[in-house]
């Protein structure tokens, strides 16, 4: 079966890990993150599989080579212009005329059950069916307005202020990333142009008494959006696994160095005395006997010297040869 896995964004939230790459080339205990989608979604089937790049294509392609390693055969979009989460789909219609088919977001870790997604799709010959999950935390996601099981709407953000104290009552739905689509979803995206499946999509298919189904999953699902969410998620994983941190290849770590729920990407240095405390450090950065580093992201200076960081993205300073941001 056939899948888009999106991973055109800018990730400007994730600035400046993302200044030489796009997020979903960002490695999470060693992996790129669309590996784990890769991996994930060939667990069901779904092992053709069409990427969209736009901002560092190459990071991407050399993150996934041909796609094999993740059990998929891949092939890659380049959008010039970025084209949004259903102008991607128009780019690559060609791909998808056949039979149901995936789109998935290219920065989520998840094990939700595709198989109970789709036997809810089919049951209600939808012609989408988005996968959403209970917003028990009312984090900052979409509220997903649904009832029988169909979609009517899409609302702002969740009102933190409505949650109850002891943590129970209905909570906000949110969706996943993750869809189901059938190829009449064609008839609905307009051609050429920038657009977002929610705003110029679904709502004139909903006008029109096409089914946009709701599946409500319960599974682990992990969105790796910011740079807190990215370190957040990378130590919670690491303490599954009874690590305190992962280094990657070419690393040079002082035998008196303290790391704790560090992420170490290639190439990096840490000298004699250093203390890495729940910090993130990018390749090729080195730090200095007796330095102190806690909840961080570090790059190097020459990374991102003379260059205009993102709106959305975090302030940092220059310390020395490398560019901190504090989380």
Same mark, same amino acid.
């Given at each position: 079966?056939?899948?888009?896995?999106?991973?055109?964004?800018?990730?400007?939230?994730?600035?400046?890990?993302?200044?030489?790459?796009?997020?979903?080339?960002?490695?999470?205990?060693?992996?790129?993150?669309?590996?784990?989608?890769?991996e994930?979604?060939?667990?069901?089937?779904?092992?053709?599989?069409?990427?969209?790049?736009?901002?560092?294509?190459?990071?991407?392609?050399?993150?996934?080579?041909?796609?094999?390693?993740?059990?998929?055969k891949?092939?890659?979009?380049?959008e010039?212009?970025?084209?949004?989460?259903?102008?991607?789909?128009?780019?690559?219609?060609?791909?998808?005329?056949?039979?149901?088919?995936?789109?998935?977001?290219g +920065?989520?870790?998840?094990?939700?059950?595709?198989?109970?997604?789709?036997?809810?799709?089919?049951?209600?010959?939808?012609?989408?069916?988005?996968?959403?999950?209970?917003?028990?935390?009312?984090?900052?996601?979409?509220?997903?307005?649904?009832?029988?099981?169909?979609?009517?709407?899409?609302?702002?953000?969740?009102?933190?202020?409505?949650?109850?104290?002891?943590?129970?009552?209905?909570?906000?739905?949110?969706?996943?990333?993750?869809?189901?689509?059938?190829p009449?979803?064609f008839?609905?995206?307009?051609?050429?142009?920038?657009?977002?499946?929610?705003?110029?999509?679904?709502?004139?298919?909903?006008a029109?008494?096409?089914?946009?189904?709701?599946?409500?999953?319960?599974?682990?699902?992990?969105?790796?959006?910011?740079?807190?969410?990215?370190?957040?998620?990378?130590?919670?994983?690491?303490?599954?696994?009874?690590?305190?941190?992962?280094?990657?290849?070419?690393?040079?770590?002082?035998?008196?160095?303290?790391?704790?729920?560090?992420?170490?990407?290639?190439?990096?240095?840490?000298?004699d005395?250093?203390?890495?405390?729940?910090?993130?450090?990018?390749?090729?950065?080195?730090?200095?006997?007796?330095?102190?580093?806690?909840?961080?992201?570090?790059?190097?200076?020459?990374?991102?010297?003379? +260059?205009?960081?993102?709106?959305?993205?975090?302030?940092?300073?220059?310390?020395?040869?490398?560019?901190?941001?504090?989380?």
């Open positions: 079966m056939r899948a888009i896995i999106l991973s055109a964004g800018y990730g400007t939230r994730l600035w400046p890990l993302t200044e030489d790459r796009t997020k979903p080339a960002i490695p999470i205990l060693g992996k790129p993150l669309v590996g784990y989608v890769a994930y979604i060939a667990t069901y089937g779904f092992d053709d599989i069409v990427v969209n790049l736009h901002h560092r294509p190459e990071s991407v392609r050399a993150a996934l080579g041909d796609g094999s390693k993740f059990g998929v891949l092939r890659s979009v380049e010039p212009v970025i084209l949004g989460t259903s102008g991607a789909l128009d780019n690559t219609r060609h791909f998808f005329q056949d039979d149901t088919f995936l789109s998935i977001n +920065k989520i870790i998840t094990d939700i059950d595709l198989n109970a997604a789709l036997e809810t799709h089919r049951k209600r010959n939808a012609l989408a069916t988005l996968v959403l999950l209970e917003n028990k935390r009312r984090e900052r996601f979409s509220v997903v307005e649904v009832e029988q099981g169909r979609i009517t709407g899409f609302g702002g953000m969740p009102d933190v202020n409505v949650m109850p104290e002891d943590g129970t009552g209905p909570a906000p739905l949110m969706f996943t990333g993750i869809q189901l689509l059938e009449r979803i008839d609905y995206i307009p051609r050429g142009v920038f657009s977002h499946s929610v705003t110029d999509v679904y709502p004139p298919a909903m029109n008494g096409e089914t946009i189904a709701a599946h409500i999953a319960s599974d682990t699902w992990r969105e790796l959006s910011t740079l807190k969410r990215y370190l957040d998620i990378s130590v919670e994983m690491l303490k599954e696994q009874g690590q305190r941190y992962v280094a990657g290849s070419e690393c040079n770590l002082a035998p008196s160095a303290v790391i704790d729920d560090a992420v170490l990407w290639d190439n990096v240095t840490v000298n005395g250093a203390q890495i405390r729940r910090s993130v450090l990018a390749d090729d950065v080195q730090i200095p006997n007796d330095a102190k580093i806690e909840n961080c992201v570090v790059v190097p200076r020459a990374l991102v010297d003379g +260059k205009t960081p993102p709106e959305k993205a975090l302030k940092g300073q220059f310390q020395g040869e490398n560019f901190i941001v504090p989380l």
